[in-house]
């Protein structure tokens, strides 16, 4: 993978009319939106990878139980999304998208202290702030890339913005899965378990919390027009 991005950054570069102008990279709004899309889906891909497994392992749980259990957090993102608009017009995409990963990171870190005894509505309140900060995020990430860039490369900054997520999906999974591994072992013992998500969720607080950092620093008020 490495070596074929490699090889696709020297062909871009050299190319006339290159798919993706790497001068586009540069732009400092463009790039932090890139990154911040990344970070958002590498912490969230591994909490619903690991908070189902939590339930059946830990809580005893069934499959369908362990999915009810996860409404909370689609609900809440359902719900936010829909005053997103209002709430970008009106304080701009820097403080959404900053409160967004705030909500993401502190909800993240707080299912990192949870344990088998924690009560389950401790456990469904940390996925509802969860579930806010998607939905305050993931809307204002897509607008503030595709208007970095000239109209003429909203098709440009949309597949890269959403090829930023899956990469950073794919690698949170595999790098936090490796985390919870780590500290898990084989052993199902609930104890254990508890003690990989513990090292794994924190890790991914730790990454939505630098991306908040990332949006305060380089997202400006007027980086999203009005109405958008």
Same mark, same amino acid.
């Given at each position: /993978?490495?070596?074929?991005?490699?090889?696709?950054?020297?062909?871009?570069?050299?190319? #006339?009319?290159?798919?993706?102008?790497?001068?586009?990279?540069?732009?400092?709004?463009?790039?932090?939106?890139?990154?911040?899309?990344?970070?958002?889906?590498?912490?969230?891909?591994?909490?619903?990878?690991?908070?189902?497994?939590?339930?059946?392992?830990?809580?005893?749980?069934? #499959?369908?139980? *362990?999915?009810?259990?996860?409404? #909370?957090?689609?609900?809440?993102?359902?719900?936010?999304?829909? &005053?997103?608009?209002?709430?970008?017009?009106?304080?701009? #995409? %820097?403080?959404?998208?900053?409160?967004?990963?705030? %909500?993401?990171?502190?909800?993240?870190?707080?299912?990192?202290?949870?344990?088998?005894?924690?009560?389950? &509505?401790?456990?469904?309140?940390?996925?509802?702030?969860?579930?806010?900060?998607?939905?305050?995020?993931?809307?204002?990430?897509?607008?503030? /890339?595709? /208007? *970095?860039?000239?109209?003429?490369?909203?098709?440009?900054?949309?597949?890269?913005?959403?090829?930023?997520?899956?990469?950073?999906?794919?690698?949170?999974?595999?790098?936090?899965?490796?985390?919870?591994?780590?500290? &898990?072992?084989?052993?199902?013992? /609930?104890?254990?378990?508890?003690?990989?998500?513990? &090292?794994?969720?924190? *890790?991914?607080?730790?990454?939505?919390?630098?991306?908040?950092?990332?949006?305060?620093?380089?997202?400006?008020?007027?980086?999203?027009?009005?109405?958008?």
């Amino acid at each position: /993978a490495v070596a074929v991005f490699a090889r696709v950054m020297w062909v871009e570069g050299r190319t #006339p009319g290159p798919l993706m102008p790497l001068s586009y990279l540069r732009r400092p709004v463009f790039s932090a939106a890139l990154a911040c899309a990344g970070l958002m889906t590498f912490g969230m891909y591994a909490l619903l990878f690991l908070m189902p497994l939590y339930f059946q392992t830990v809580r005893g749980g069934s #499959p369908f139980v *362990a999915g009810l259990e996860l409404l #909370p957090m689609s609900v809440a993102f359902v719900a936010v999304s829909q &005053a997103v608009g209002y709430l970008n017009n009106r304080f701009g #995409p %820097c403080m959404v998208m900053t409160a967004g990963m705030v %909500c993401m990171g502190g909800g993240a870190l707080a299912l990192a202290f949870i344990h088998e005894a924690t009560p389950l &509505a401790i456990v469904e309140l940390d996925l509802l702030v969860v579930g806010v900060g998607l939905g305050l995020n993931t809307a204002p990430v897509n607008g503030v /890339a595709v /208007a *970095a860039l000239p109209p003429e490369r909203s098709g440009t900054a949309s597949g890269l913005v959403n090829t930023a997520r899956m990469v950073g999906a794919t690698l949170g999974v595999a790098v936090l899965g490796a985390v919870f591994a780590a500290r &898990a072992g084989q052993d199902a013992a /609930a104890d254990r378990f508890v003690a990989g998500l513990h &090292a794994a969720l924190g *890790a991914g607080a730790a990454a939505a919390l630098l991306r908040a950092l990332l949006a305060l620093a380089f997202i400006r008020r007027d980086s999203l027009p009005r109405g958008s």
